[in-house]
């Protein structure tokens, strides 16, 4: 990201309108606000008999006011694009000018400069500058509910008024048979008694429609046409105290959700991995420990990982293999959201770990992340979107048609790894979800098919095989020695499909040098050293493809606090 569109997400930040968000923004709204209330006081004392020197005062504060908002207006409209991405492109701006609070702000701010231009009168000016106080509504709750309240119940009212106009013309038509025949140089044409019939719902304030109706029919059609008149306000009123009440309860819900929301957050605090020093986020937690925990409510905890995207629900079940007869076991995983796909971290280093299936598969993502973390390499994931259709991002037919967050994760996986010297390694797991047991844990691939067992072949994943098979012998040894684990190349799983991403990247793009790891979740997940495991893996890939760059762990491996 450039420091332009840096600049450009923190402005769009400023202007959330929540006067309830903890930073410093919150600033730049109240003085929004207090320059409002000042303008319109200014109005006010205008409207008075004042003197020449109180008029140039006045004057010069709202010149001022008006330089604030002119910038402040740009701002909003430049930044649009990132409270929204509807609004982007010039298209996407006039849309956002089009909008309730976008012609407010147009109309009560760049009208000033019309003046310059067309010699409107100073009436007008004074009563644009009052429409100024209608921009405060945007920080008003109360307005933002009753906005919730109609728009739940616009298609009800549009319902009521349909069957409304529709009752009124057919007694209107109905009213004209009757009425042109006793006074017909009254009731001279339908239209007549339609108007008649119209201006009946707003109390007729021209007197255009004073042609009470003679006949008995036409009396007691007025009659039915009084009760709808009250109808007209009765049942919106009614739909709209409904629709508030609605709103009401869902602001209730949503504050609700966001206290349990932080409730989730603190109870992912960061544990000490014994056997490596590391404060470490929990790979997961179960509901029943949430519960006990933090005194949360199982449909409290369903509510707010519903409502997050930094919480899923998983079944452990699906982690354990058949061997294991595993049981049903629902738990929640955290992880850290920073792209519309998920996660994406650039350090400046020739390695980059991908998880392209931390959605799909339980806690590969915390396991990656760590070791990218430890290693001080680039890391990402795709944490978000849907679990059914589920659609890969291991292995896929057209980036671009796929689905929209595909394109983004890709384009960043190329910025990543178009580097000199590039290599990628993506964890994938085994050995669970009905899969048997096999008797290795790590099972390395080169992009070649199930059983070859060679360091040969074409299409493979990797250009530079003779530092890769050096880097396999060494990493197996590793595990064995310290974790009595072992480990295989391409004997258990097939990666020679043309589908996979490793081969989807740009001609020119991507690196020419990556590795598939499949580890068994006994070892990623349930084992006690899984960050050991992590670290050795890290060490390992620093010897072998970044020797070049001297580093030091990072020091949040160290830090005790919640989450990532």
């Known amino acids: 990201m450039t420091r332009i569109e840096e600049f450009k997400k923190n402005l769009a930040r400023v202007f959330d309108n929540d006067l309830r968000t903890k930073q410093w923004g919150n600033y730049v709204d ?35 006011i008006v330089a604030i908002f002119t910038v402040e207006v740009s701002l909003r409209i430049w930044t649009a694009d990132k409270v929204n991405p509807k609004y982007k492109g010039i298209w996407g701006r006039i849309r956002y000018c089009l909008t309730f609070y976008g012609m407010i702000d147009i109309v009560s701010t760049y009208s000033f400069y019309l003046a310059f231009i067309f010699p409107l009168p100073y009436s007008v000016l004074k009563s644009l500058r009052v429409v100024r106080l209608l921009r405060i509504f945007r920080y008003m709750r109360s307005f933002r509910i009753l906005q919730q309240a109609i728009k739940s119940k616009a298609k009800e009212l549009f319902i009521s008024l349909q069957f409304l106009i529709v009752i009124t013309l057919i007694l209107s038509f109905i009213l004209f048979f009757y009425e042109h025949a006793a006074q017909p140089e009254v009731y001279d044409n339908g ?35 009084g009760l709808l008149g009250i109808a007209l306000f009765a049942v919106p009123t009614g739909l709209i105290g409904a629709g508030f009440s609605e709103a009401m309860d ?35 937690l179960s509901v029943c420990d949430i519960q006990a925990r933090m005194g949360m409510k199982t449909d409290d905890i369903f509510d707010a990982v519903q409502s997050s995207n930094e919480f899923r629900l998983i079944n452990l079940a699906t982690t354990q293999t058949i061997d294991e007869h595993p049981q049903d076991k629902l738990a929640i995983e955290h992880f850290m959201i920073n792209r519309p796909y998920g996660c994406c971290i650039d350090r400046n280093s020739k390695i980059t770990i991908v998880s392209p299936s931390s959605l799909a598969d339980a806690c590969i993502g915390n396991f990656s992340y760590y070791i990218a973390l430890i290693g001080g390499f680039n ?9 059914r259709p589920y659609r890969s991002y291991y292995v896929f037919d057209d980036r671009q048609a796929h689905e929209p967050n595909l394109a983004q994760y890709m384009d960043d996986l190329e910025r990543l790894t178009t580097r000199k010297g590039s ?57 064995e020695s310290k974790f009595a684990m072992a480990s295989d190349h391409q004997r258990y799983h097939n990666v020679s499909s043309p589908k996979l991403f490793a081969r989807k990247f740009a001609e020119g793009k991507g690196s020419q040098n990556n590795i598939i790891l499949r580890i068994a979740w006994s070892a990623c997940l349930w084992d006690p050293r899984r960050i050991a495991i992590a670290k050795t893996i890290a060490d390992v890939l620093n010897r072998h493809f970044e020797n070049d760059i001297r580093k030091e762990y990072s020091g949040d491996l160290r830090i005790k606090k919640f989450g990532y």
Not at 40 to 58: D, G, N, R, Y
Not at 204 to 225: E, H, N
Not at 260 to 277: H, S, V, Y
Not at 439 to 456: N, Q, R, Y
Request: aromatic share 12%; with cysteine; glycine share 6%.
């Open 30 to 64: 109240y003085a929004i606000i207090v320059l409002i209330i000042i303008n319109t006081l200014s109005v006010f004392i205008s409207t008075f008999h004042i003197s020449p020197a109180q008029e140039k005062i006045l004057h010069i504060i709202d010149v001022i």
């Open 191 to 225: 239209f007549r008694s339609v108007v008649w019939a119209f201006a009946q719902y707003i109390g007729d304030p021209g007197d255009f429609a004073d042609t009470p109706p003679v006949t008995i029919v036409g009396q007691i059609i007025a009659c039915l046409i």
């Open 250 to 284: 869902q602001e209730l819900y949503k504050e609700e959700t966001k206290k349990n929301i932080e409730k989730l957050k603190a109870a992912f605090e960061r544990k000490l991995d014994r056997p490596t020093g590391y404060q470490v986020v929990p790979q997961h």
């Open 379 to 387: 890391f990402i994931s795709r944490e978000i979107g849907e679990l």
């Open 423 to 479: 290599w990628t390694l993506t964890p994938l797991v085994a050995s669970g979800a009905n899969e048997p047991s096999y008797p290795t844990v790590f099972h390395f691939s080169a992009g070649g098919a199930k059983g070859d067992e060679s360091f040969e072949g074409d299409n493979l994943i990797v250009r530079d095989m003779a530092a890769y098979r050096r880097f396999y012998e060494d990493l197996s040894a590793e595990l």
